[in-house]
């Protein structure tokens, strides 16, 4: 089916480059709908873009609609990727605000299509620490970028700012695309965040994992439009939209459910940073102080990761997750084996590192080959590259 990508365009003086990245769409196959800010419409008029694209151009937010609809949603369902090219400041400053006082910025916040923005503004403007700060944020909510590029600008300044050029940008936004179909047909499994081991009905054991990198993850392979199952331990986070979700407490319960599922999965990412013991014996009534004695014997709760690794069968691939405070890599290399592991995802965590926080800077290690190394990112972009090496190891073993 031929898909659609919504071209946001505002008012930038690299305006008529949009018009290739249009071109550029269109030549790969791709419908254009072209949606103007109320400001670029002042610089080009919308007409020529309708003629290039053969559909109406949008600026307005309140135009009477063509159908009984609601214009920004249900381009916002259509469209496979939102491509705002170029994107001044000031859209990127709404976006990442959550500001939506216009079509482009409204279109934003209604789609779950993948968005990508190729800035273009003054050299000052895109240095500028509240732009890096948007940009940044943006990022974290798994906005894709093209950065600017280094020549004359229109302010007759030279430096950084000017729009990439077109093929660059399309070239990204195909490669986008493609991923949005990536694990079509594919049933992946995720777990998250930790779990509870309780003592009484108040008092229980566990970890500070928040569940953020298992959420992120389910997400990604949500967009690559992955049959997605999630487990999650208790987070306060908001399941992800497309996901089936289950939520659990205990690692006994996590182990019921991943077992469960398991059969029909083709990729697990064990995530969950389950808790690896638990209280030999419970109370159903909350236990006074006294009544506890001065040390609780506890056990181990079952190994979910290594369970799985006895049940893998050649088509499927297992990820486990190694939080480690240090010898990171020879400890995740050694889990790798004894859980019969495909890949390993190792972590550094401890003094603030990894648990509860946003960024990750994760190394994925496989039985065989380099590490792969990702430097401090978002768990949002994290989970991209997870899933990118994921897809390959998956090629690897089908082959
Ligand atoms: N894991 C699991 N079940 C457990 C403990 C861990 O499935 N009971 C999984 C985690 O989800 C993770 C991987 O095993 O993917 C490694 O977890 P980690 O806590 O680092 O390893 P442990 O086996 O618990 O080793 P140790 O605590 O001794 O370092």
Avoid at 195 to 206: A, C, N, Q, W, Y
Avoid at 319 to 340: C, I, P, Q, S, Y
Wanted: hydrophobic share 45%.
């Amino acid at each position: 089916m031929k898909k659609t990508v919504a071209l946001g365009v505002s008012s930038s003086v690299g305006i008529y480059k949009a018009c290739e990245v249009l071109r550029g769409f269109q030549k790969a196959g791709v419908e254009v709908r072209v949606v103007m800010t109320p400001n670029a419409a002042r610089l080009i008029s919308p007409l020529l873009f309708s003629s290039l694209a053969g559909t109406r151009t949008i600026v307005d937010l309140f135009e009477e609609p063509e159908a009984r609809t609601i214009q920004h949603v249900a381009l916002a369902k259509e469209i496979s990727l939102l491509c705002v090219a170029p994107a001044t400041a000031n859209v990127i400053g709404k976006f990442a605000g959550g500001v939506a006082d216009d079509f482009l910025t409204t279109l934003f916040l209604a789609t779950r299509a993948p968005v990508l923005v190729a800035p273009a503004m003054n050299e000052a403007m895109v240095l500028h620490p509240r732009t890096q700060a948007n940009i940044a944020r943006l990022r974290a909510l798994g906005v894709e970028f093209v950065e600017p590029a280094q020549g004359y600008l229109a302010c007759g300044d030279q430096g950084w700012g000017r729009l990439a050029e077109p093929e660059a940008i399309v070239r990204e936004g195909l490669r986008i695309l493609g991923r949005t179909e990536s694990l079509k047909g594919t049933t992946v499994l995720v777990t998250a965040g930790p779990t509870r081991e309780p003592l009484d009905p108040v008092r229980f054991l566990s970890n500070p994992s928040s569940g953020k990198m298992g959420y992120e993850l389910a997400r990604e392979a949500v967009a690559r439009g992955a049959k997605t199952i999630l487990i999650s331990g208790p987070t306060s986070l908001i399941p992800p939209a497309g996901a089936r979700t289950v939520l659990v407490n205990t690692a006994a319960e996590m182990e019921k459910a991943c077992l469960k599922a398991f059969p029909k999965a083709d990729i697990v990412v064990m995530a969950a940073a389950v808790s690896d013991f638990r209280f030999k014996e419970t109370r159903d009534r909350k236990a006074a102080k006294g009544e506890i004695g001065p040390s609780l014997a506890v056990e181990k709760t079952p190994d979910i990761l290594a369970a799985l690794g006895r049940r893998k069968k050649p088509g499927q691939l297992l990820v486990g997750f190694a939080a480690e405070t240090h010898d990171v890599l020879a400890h995740a290399r050694k889990k790798l084996e004894v859980k019969n592991a495909d890949l390993m995802v190792a972590n550094a965590v401890g003094n603030g590192r990894a648990f509860g926080t946003d960024d990750n800077a994760v190394r994925i290690i496989a039985r065989k080959g380099p590490v792969q190394e990702t430097g401090t990112m978002s768990k949002r972009e994290a989970s991209r590259v997870i899933f990118d090496r994921i897809e390959a190891e998956l090629e690897k073993k089908r082959r």
